[in-house]
């Protein structure tokens, strides 16, 4: 079965191009590589943004440590022993 033309400035409804497309010669485009300089360097930006310091924990207060943990215990076992 032969393929259908189709007019070069149309394309087929679906499916691969009709045999002869694209015409030779036509590839690469005439300036191709591109020539140097192109694409043209970005244009300068603002310095990076750097993110300020977090801000310092808030301030707890100091415990007496070791020694308000054992008198609440000792205590505790006092009042369980008078109860009990």
Do not use: H, I, T
């Amino acid at each position: 079965m032969e393929m259908p033309k189709y007019p070069a400035d149309r394309p087929p409804p679906e499916g691969y191009p009709p045999p002869g497309y694209p015409p030779q010669g036509a590839y690469p485009p005439p300036g191709y590589p591109p020539q140097a300089g192109y694409p043209p360097p970005p244009p300068p930006y603002a310095a990076p943004y750097v993110q300020p310091p977090p801000p310092p924990p808030p301030q707890q207060q100091q415990s007496s440590g070791c020694l308000e943990g054992c008198l609440a215990a000792l205590c505790c076992c006092c009042l369980l022993e008078a109860c009990f």
